[in-house]
């Protein structure tokens, strides 16, 4: 199984809500709709609009608005989509973000009980 994390921020043009919607009810589904049968399972884990009540806050602002998690059979299904030419979603990724980041991860659970 392969995991990808890609780390997205919004354009200047968005607001944080403008965002989360274009991603939630446009974007998410395209891809989907692109990458299947490719793509395994795909989630998407969008900021919040204030979290400054939460304990333990970083003294720099987090540079990102979201995190897309794909998880892909292989790497083989992995390339078969992003080696393609004609995606119709990089397009749209563009015009809706300023800056993106990939992150190729091993995931490993561990146990809480």
Known sequence: ?????????RAEHLSLAEFRRW???DHAPDIVADQTPHLKRYIVDARVDDDSTLAGKPPDECPWD???EQWFDSIEDYNAVYSRDDRPTRADTLA???AFQRLVVEEY???VS
Request: glycine share 4%.
């Open 66 to 68: 979201g995190i897309a």
């Open 1 to 9: 199984m392969v995991k990808v994390m890609w780390f997205l921020k």
């Open 96 to 98: 809706h973000t300023s």
């Open 23 to 25: 991603w939630l009810e």
């Open 109 to 111: 659970e561990i146990d």
